[in-house]
């Protein structure tokens, strides 16, 4: 009898085991840490890229996202909607759904340089995104570009503090802490990303002295930069290098090529945008300690403006007949291109 009761709770435990690593695989790798993950490749989507959100839209979108074969997109957390609780759950529901992973990029509740109190703004935003997701939501990225934010002229290099603004620069660094406290607080397993573009690492330097935490560091990279990989900074240093010394798994969170043509979506920028990606694709995969890879972003921008930003998509957007809607339209070379790449590395 003493036999046959070992032998249940071994079949016992091999079920309940199994049932783990099953839930665990499904949520792709969980709240492991960034360097325990198989490499991320991901995209940044926008729910409301073609209209209003809707879950049906949003469901097209994530179509897209399986298709191109990532396990990862980064969404935007608007604090301003009023409906923000039920629109949010709604596009993690669905991601969750299509077993892809969401990291929330949060920001401030208003422009940095007008809140009075940023550690309490910080902790304020932390707070509702962790309680809302906690144990769903593993990764947050806290701000976005924060050297742009407080960069004294879009002619400063970045590679001094005394490129940027003190008093915005301490605004910063007392919103990251207060949103990262709160996360870490409500959500100890939660990763946490910083980022960063161009040469702007003398505010990662302060803010790394000046005893700001974080899990990741993030980088943004377009192609009116050169190549990510050829960039030296002052010392002679090449930038990647620089970015191992933090020691810190590195994603490059926004990564795309600034179109050039007149008219939008032309086949120069078009094959241009596919050879960029390819390169900093392949890249970034061989770096080591560069462990995701992020492309900003998923669909142009409707309506369409005269920005060049509206039309980073990998795939287009289309106006329906007789209305003021907008719908999804063709794939771009580059959306093929990109699959590609992630097929052939996982």
């Keep these: 009898m003493k036999k046959n009761w070992i032998f249940i709770v071994l079949i016992l435990v091999i079920i309940v085991g199994g049932v783990i690593i099953f839930l ?93 109190d940023a550690y309490s703004d910080g902790q304020k935003v932390g707070t509702e995104v962790a309680t809302m997701f906690k144990g769903r939501v593993h990764y947050y990225q806290i701000l976005n570009e924060l050297g742009g934010t407080a960069l004294k002229g879009g002619n400063m290099s970045g590679e001094n503090f005394s490129d940027f603004d003190p008093t915005t620069a301490k605004k910063l660094e007392d919103w990251v802490k207060g949103a990262t406290d709160a996360v870490k607080k409500i959500d100890p397993s939660a990763q946490t990303i910083i980022t960063f573009h161009w040469t702007h690492y003398a505010l990662l330097d302060k803010m790394v002295s000046d005893g700001v935490k974080f899990d990741v560091l993030g980088w943004d990279w377009y192609s009116d930069m050169g190549l990510m990989q050829d960039k030296k900074i002052a010392d002679g240093t090449l930038l990647v290098d620089k970015l191992k010394s933090y020691n810190k798994p590195i994603v490059l969170a926004e990564v795309n090529y600034q179109p050039k043509g007149k008219t939008p979506n032309s086949e120069s920028d078009l094959a241009e945008q596919v050879k960029f990606i390819q390169s900093m694709a392949d890249w970034a995969k061989t770096v080591g300690q560069i462990k995701g890879f992020f492309v900003q972003e998923l669909v142009d921008a409707a309506p369409f403006g005269s920005q060049k930003a509206s039309y980073f998509g990998l795939v287009k957007v289309k106006q329906v007949p007789d209305s003021s809607n907008f719908e999804f339209g063709d794939l771009k070379p580059a959306f093929n291109t990109y699959k590609e790449i992630i097929s052939k590395n996982n």
């Design 24 to 116: 665990t695989a499904r949520k792709g790798g969980g709240a492991a840490p960034i360097a325990k993950q198989k490499f991320m490749w991901g995209v940044t989507a926008n729910p409301d890229s073609a209209r209003k959100y809707n879950s049906k839209m949003w469901k097209q979108e994530v179509a897209f996202i399986n298709q191109l074969g990532v396990d990862w997109v980064r969404v935007g957390y608007d604090n301003s909607v009023s409906n923000r609780e039920s629109k949010y759950n709604s596009i993690v529901d669905v991601a969750e759904a299509a077993k892809v992973n969401v990291i929330l990029q949060i920001d401030s509740t208003q422009p940095i340089a007008k809140i009075t």
